[in-house]
């Protein structure tokens, strides 16, 4: 009896603390708005190798990856850039991005909050990163979330995290809140 009402209680209160999240996520955006793009700000990419497909329209960099753009830095064992092919040049760099994909142990971080899985896409123009793998982690601080597959509207910071499978064999989502993690 009394684990079942230790049980009711943690339920309790995990509800509540994500009822008050959401509730300070709509007063306060900045706090739930970790990942996230500037389109706006330069963006500085350093790889081992790169090779440039200019009437392709693609850029491929390979061997340790850096991607920063303004507080975000991303790193992956591959990255290809597919450009926009209305003008401009993939060569010089002066064509609009349109997306990117990554691969190969994908970490991004920005500002507080930490992502890594094995793949992703960056959609420019949407502005949507997604990230797939055998296992997803979003961190911030000490609260950790893991998937399979996390997908961020990088304009608002809203993120969408999913389990590996809805049969009965798949992984669910896990989520570990430390209270008083989020304190400023």
């Known amino acids: 009896m009394r684990t079942d009402s230790r049980m009711t209680a943690l339920a309790t209160t995990l509800l509540l603390g994500l009822t008050m999240n959401a509730a300070l996520a709509q007063q306060n955006n900045s706090r739930m708005t970790g990942l996230k793009l500037e389109g706006n700000e330069p963006i500085q990419i350093e790889s081992d190798n790169l090779e440039v497909r200019e009437n392709d329209g693609v850029a491929i960099f390979t061997g340790n990856v850096s991607v920063v753009q303004g507080p975000t830095l991303l790193r992956s064992g591959k990255m290809t850039v597919y450009y926009a092919t209305d003008g ?3 060569t010089t760099g002066s064509a609009d991005i349109d997306r990117l994909e990554v691969e190969g142990k994908v970490y991004v971080r920005s500002n ?3 992502a890594t899985g094995e793949r992703g896409s960056f959609d420019m123009k949407k502005e949507v ?3 797939t793998g055998k296992e997803v982690v979003l961190s911030e601080g000490d609260n950790v979330v893991v998937g399979c597959k996390l997908t961020v509207q990088m304009a608002t910071g809203l993120a969408q995290l999913e389990g590996c499978g809805n049969t009965s ?3 669910r989502v896990k989520m570990l809140l430390k209270p008083g993690s989020q304190a400023q």
Do not use: F, M, N, P
């Open 88 to 90: 401009g040049s993939a």
């Open 112 to 114: 507080t909050q930490v």
């Open 129 to 131: 990163l997604t990230l």
């Open 169 to 171: 064999g798949g992984t």
